[in-house]
């Protein structure tokens, strides 16, 4: 058993330790859990400009941004610019609109991503060695962390691992 303090401490190392491992695991190249959906973002981008920067901003870029932000608004509210159509591009987008498309979430989650301990554990499965070896590598990592006073009689790093295979 472990204090508080103590188990946070060792909640926080072992998890260190899990994305140490993880990361050797991972191929080079391969991309996170989340990518970025690049339209939502730019028009996440557009609409963050306009409602905060819009009086700095030069008239042909503010085109580019109104023009992203209205084609969007016709695509998904069927052609709805709140504002009305009458004037300039700022009066047919409403600030409410603009903190709408502020509030998607431009994160979408990569369908080729794989979680890390699908890897360590794709990684060391057919291999009792590797499977010994990562074990005693855990065992000296919570004595390393924990420092523990008292173990059970017989408890060792090198304590032979056992598989269920036959």
Known sequence: ????????????ESQKKMNQIETLC?????KPRY???EKLYKLRSSALA?????HKIPKDHLEIHYKRIEEYLIETEGGDLKGGSNGDNGDRILPAQLQEIINIDYKV????????????????IDDEEKIGSFIRS????FLDTVHPLY????????????????
């Open 109 to 124: 989650e990569n369908p080729d991503f794989i979680p890390g301990p699908v890897l360590v554990v794709g990684s060391i």
């Open 50 to 54: 306009l409602l905060n920067w819009k």
């Open 1 to 12: 058993l472990l204090c508080g303090n103590c188990h946070v401490h060792c909640q926080q």
């Open 138 to 141: 855990w065992r000296k990592h």
């Open 26 to 30: 991972r191929p080079p190249g391969s």
């Open 151 to 166: 173990l059970p009689d017989g408890w060792s790093v090198d304590h032979q691992v056992t598989s269920n295979n036959p």
């Open 35 to 37: 990518i970025n959906n």
